[in-house]
């Protein structure tokens, strides 16, 4: 089976870089065109634990696409969830958009 962490890491980089340049206004084709892609990356999700989790997740707190703002906050918040399960540190959301819209730092 793949590396967890390194499949969870590069998964969160794609996912936060998608908030970070997801429209500030979307079109109602953007924001279900996003809806679909988390649906399926979250069934698709090749972690089946982490992908069973993904999907309660989104099942209590259905995803935000109404703005990018929305949007990261709604990701950032389904990250803190992973991170608090796994006794990770949990991340100012506050500072999502600063930490990810000029890419990766690490
Ligand atoms: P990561 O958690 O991968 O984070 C990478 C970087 O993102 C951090 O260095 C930090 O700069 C930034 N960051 C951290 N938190 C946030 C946040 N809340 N918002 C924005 N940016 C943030 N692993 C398991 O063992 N069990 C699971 O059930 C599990 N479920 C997962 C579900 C999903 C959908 C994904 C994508 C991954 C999952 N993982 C799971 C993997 C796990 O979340 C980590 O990716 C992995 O443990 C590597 O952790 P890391 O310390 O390198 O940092």
Same mark, same amino acid.
């Given at each position: 089976?793949? /590396?967890?962490?390194?499949?969870?890491?590069?998964?969160?980089?794609?996912?936060?870089?998608?908030?970070?340049?997801?429209?500030?206004?979307?079109?109602?084709?953007? =924001?279900?065109? @996003?809806?679909? +892609? &988390?649906?399926? +990356?979250?069934?698709?999700?090749?972690?089946?634990?982490?992908? /069973?989790?993904? =999907?309660?997740? @989104?099942?209590?707190?259905?995803?935000?696409?109404?703005?990018?703002? /929305?949007?990261? =906050?709604?990701?950032?918040?389904?990250?803190? /969830? &992973?991170?608090?399960?796994?006794?990770?540190? &949990?991340?100012?959301?506050?500072?999502?958009?600063?930490?990810?819209?000029?890419?990766?730092?690490?």
């Amino acid at each position: 089976p793949p /590396d967890v962490e390194i499949l969870g890491r590069s998964s969160w980089t794609l996912l936060h870089t998608i908030a970070a340049t997801y429209p500030d206004t979307p079109s109602r084709t953007q =924001q279900a065109d @996003m809806l679909r +892609f &988390v649906d399926l +990356f979250a069934k698709l999700y090749p972690c089946w634990v982490c992908a /069973d989790d993904f =999907q309660a997740y @989104m099942a209590r707190r259905v995803p935000k696409v109404a703005s990018r703002d /929305d949007f990261g =906050q709604w990701l950032c918040g389904a990250h803190n /969830d &992973v991170n608090r399960k796994l006794g990770k540190e &949990v991340f100012d959301c506050s500072r999502w958009l600063e930490r990810w819209k000029t890419g990766p730092k690490d």
